[in-house]
């Protein structure tokens, strides 16, 4: 990255521009709109004239995308430690241990990346004890990436003009466009072929990911009457507001997931406060009254919380006990 250049601005350069000029939301429509995503398969590594990978930025976005997330710290940390790695005499085959990648990874970034790299067409080899080895780390999937997968399945082009929009956006001067099966040539055969059942088909493969590492609630969409009928999973109220008195955050803005922080150092103060011996807790997540009622955006004098009956969340709807 350039000094002064932004992220997506340094991505969409990294490669074949101005020719192709993918910046990193667009080396993710380049992916989701491929047969083998659609079909739930990885990327195509095979060396040969449809690898998906090598000189295709798609093939190296996830970098970005844990650099965006997480910020460069990771990656430093992460290549510093390879290479630290292999002048100490490691193999360096064993990068072809793709979860044991991931984990690595993952341990500089702090959270679990699996659904990331999952993403990007790299599945785990064997998921049960990857999830496993996470766990044993305190390594848990971030919401923050499920945010970006579901927004990324908006990005899909749910027509055709939407299609060759896109085609438009990444080729802007298309030139040697004369084989099929990558680049500009891709486009073409495909702006000719796309529609809205190829959308759909992307939309459910991306989906099935979402659903794997953060599963649907049973309760959710469920009428009053069937939500009932599983009461020992699932809780229906026509009471708009809690019977108990607590504290909760003032506005949906103030709402952070601080339990995901596992060290004083990386607990964040804006919303956030540290205690031994019990972690990272959320301002408002407090009996005291007069904590709540000061409780402050990090030093600003904006208030976050509120005491009082907090809006009953089930109100009128199906939801989880």
Request: charged share 30%; proline share 5%.
């Amino acid at each position: 990255v350039k000094q002064g250049k932004s992220l997506d601005e340094s991505f969409m350069k990294s490669m074949s521009y101005p020719r192709s000029q993918f910046t990193i939301d667009r080396a993710a429509i380049n992916w989701m709109i491929t047969v083998n995503f659609g079909k739930g398969n990885e990327m195509d590594y095979s060396n040969t004239e449809r690898d998906e990978f090598r000189y295709q930025q798609r093939g190296y976005a996830k970098y970005a995308d844990i650099t965006r997330l997480f910020g460069w710290k990771p990656l430093r940390k992460f290549f510093r430690q390879e290479n630290l790695d292999i002048r100490a005499g490691g193999d360096p085959k064993y990068e072809n241990d793709s979860d044991d990648r991931t984990y690595r990874l993952s341990l500089k970034a702090g959270v679990d990346l699996t659904p990331l790299i999952h993403f990007w067409g790299i599945h785990p080899v064997k998921p049960i004890a990857l999830s496993d080895r996470m766990k044993g780390a305190n390594l848990l999937i971030s919401d923050n990436v499920k945010e970006l997968l579901e927004r990324y399945l908006l990005l899909i082009p749910n027509t055709n003009a939407a299609f060759r929009k896109h085609y438009k956006d990444v080729h802007p001067d298309p030139t040697y466009c004369n084989n099929p099966l990558y680049g500009c040539g891709w486009y073409n055969k495909w702006q000719a072929i796309w529609k809205p059942s190829h959308y759909e088909k992307a939309v459910r493969a991306g989906q099935f990911i979402i659903d794997t590492y953060w599963p649907p609630s049973p309760c959710a969409g469920l009428n009053r009457k069937k939500c009932l009928m599983k009461n020992d999973k699932c809780m229906y109220s026509n009471k708009k507001k809690e019977k108990e008195r607590t504290c909760f955050e003032k506005n949906e803005k103030f709402y952070h997931d601080c339990s995901k922080y596992l060290t004083k150092k990386t607990c964040k103060p804006t919303f956030c406060y540290y205690v031994k011996n019990v972690g990272c807790s959320h301002k408002c997540a407090t009996t005291k009254i007069r904590t709540c009622k000061i409780a402050k955006k990090g030093t600003s004098a904006v208030k976050i919380c509120k005491y009082g009956k907090k809006p009953n969340p089930c109100f009128n709807m199906c939801c989880d006990i």
